[in-house]
């Protein structure tokens, strides 16, 4: 089959279209499917970039997110049949293929039904981020009833209009919880709101007057000064979910009393 494979690690030209043998099932529980879409996301180009959890098994088939049908399956498969759409989020680390290919075999647990309202693009879309705003909320984040043992009924999310952002807002307002979200345009204020946010937070006037005050440092300490400000806004629930490990070295000094700037909400 054809496949997009790395051989070695780099810049975007290592991904090369390439013959490589067709998957077939190993175990009873898997599914084969026909790829029709893949998505890619950061955690694709940092493998590409920097190399595979596996970096000795090469070539290497990238991609975890896809949305096929599918052509087998195993013996013990009981939820799908050949001819089933399907989306998933599995492989692409460097041992199994992952998506970037006409076939790929993945266990059944791994795979649900298309649903019909998207199309295979839309799908392969969806898995990695969703996942991700799903743990946040339910998972760690505990916003009912992603999470029926929370009482939470307001949340902040930062980075709202981003893609792993704009799919919690969808979540938390569908769990019926009040959403706050920053933003950096009024375009993106705009389609924040669209998906349900109550309030959008522009954050690009506190780069300003941050880079005014320390330099040109200001942008890269802005994603810590966030979760500082945000800290007396989580205090009563005490519930504050990062999606990068805390940096042990941080810490942050408060803004002077009144030098938020007055147009930092839209």
Known sequence: ?????????????????????????????EVKIQLRAASVNPIDTKLRQRGTFFPDRRPAILGCDGAGIVVAVGAAVQ??????????????????????????VVPEIAVAPKPKSLSFTEAAALPLAVITAWEALGDRGAVPPLNV?????????????????????????????RVATTISSAAKARFVESLGATLAINYQPLIGYRRSWIGPRAKVLTWRWTLWAAQPLVKRSKRCVPMAPWPPSWNPQPIPPGKLPANAIS
């Open 1 to 29: 089959m054809k496949a997009i494979a790395i051989t070695e690690f780099g810049d975007p030209d290592v991904l090369v279209l390439q013959d490589v043998p067709e998957p077939e099932i190993q175990a009873p529980n």
């Open 149 to 177: 043992l929370s009482t939470a009924k307001t949340v902040l999310i930062h980075a709202g209009a981003g893609g792993v952002g704009h799919l919690a807002i969808q979540l938390a307002r569908r769990s019926g919880a």
């Open 79 to 104: 939820r799908f049949r050949v001819g089933d759409e399907v989306y998933f989020c599995y492989g692409g680390l460097g041992d199994r293929g992952g998506c970037y290919a006409e076939y790929t």
